[in-house]
């Protein structure tokens, strides 16, 4: 089981990686199909968790992640949480849980010294729209750039090269660096040579992104621990039962693949999990 306090006490980098728009179906058939092997050295036994996200959508999906609620387990007993906002006196949290006195995540962690960092992908992080500052306006610093969105089809490049770069420039103070990975995010028909989008060149998406983000792990964790969360915000329907997109509730949009793991040289806080309560 992770101790979310321990690693916050005792200032372990987090990185947290969501895949926009990444179905649960097609990141467990990219893994067992072995088109993902950077990512499978990461996941806790080598799998993806099946999870249910609290939003449709990016907007809601990371305002809920934010603010306490991960995606959860498809069952009625769920683990402890990785981090919560502090809850009314009546409620118990588990002592594992990082319970953050603020109205979200970022301004909890910069309570305790973590700079916070954004690495947009997707344009509800470009600021471009007033809803699209909403998300960036929460951290320290956000850094979007056109060849971050996935139109631009080296998008994963792009983020993990700048990526980099913060880490590095903060490398001796606490960093949370969040990266939002819009190549799973349409369009990505071009990684299959196709002009539509489909599971299969989202699957195609996902196995590109692998090469970059397994580089962005390796790095990070090959001089010091860092607790490393990633998940999809939500899924997309593909024309399943006559629907398409995202923003409603059906299972493709609801199922989203779920990892959390602490790795790096010297681990000895908590390393996979969270396990569920019985």
């Not at 005792?10 to 088109?35: C, E, H, M, P, W």
């Not at 610093?141 to 903060?170: G, M, N």
């Not at 998940?231 to 199922?255: K, M, Q, S, W």
Request: hydrophobic fraction near 35%; proline fraction near 8%.
């Amino acid at each position: 089981m992770i101790d979310t306090t321990e690693i916050i006490k005792n200032r372990v980098g987090i990185l947290f990686v969501t895949l926009d728009s990444l179905r649960y179906d097609v990141a467990r058939a990219a893994l067992y199909g072995g088109r993902t092997p950077r990512l499978a050295e990461v996941l806790p036994g080598g799998v993806w968790e099946e999870r249910r996200t609290p939003g449709t959508f990016t907007l809601p999906a990371h305002i809920a992640f934010f603010s306490g609620f991960l995606p959860k387990l498809p069952q009625p007993v769920q683990p402890p949480r990785l981090w919560e906002c502090r809850p009314p006196a009546f409620k118990t949290v588990d002592a594992g849980t990082f319970v953050f006195d603020a109205p979200n995540l970022l301004a909890g962690l910069a309570q305790h010294g973590y700079r916070t960092v954004c690495i947009g992908g997707v344009t509800y992080f470009s600021r471009e729209t007033p809803l699209g500052s909403v998300l960036p306006a929460m951290f320290h610093e956000d850094h979007w750039r056109p060849e971050f969105c996935s139109p631009d089809a080296d998008s994963t490049r792009h983020q993990v090269d700048h990526a980099l770069t913060i880490a590095d420039k903060y490398r001796n103070r606490p960093l949370f660096l969040f990266v939002n990975v819009s190549a799973t995010h349409v369009p990505h028909g071009h990684y299959v040579g196709r002009s539509d989008d489909s599971w299969q060149s989202q699957a195609a998406a996902l196995a590109y992104a692998d090469e970059h983000l397994g580089r962005l792990i390796h790095t990070l964790t090959s001089t010091r621990s860092w607790l490393v969360i990633m998940c999809a915000d939500h899924g997309d329907a593909f024309g399943e039962d006559g629907y398409h997109g995202r923003g409603i509730a059906h299972p493709t949009v609801l199922n989203v693949p779920f990892a959390a793991t602490l790795t790096g040289p010297g681990t000895t806080l908590t390393g996979h999990g969270p396990s569920p309560r019985h």
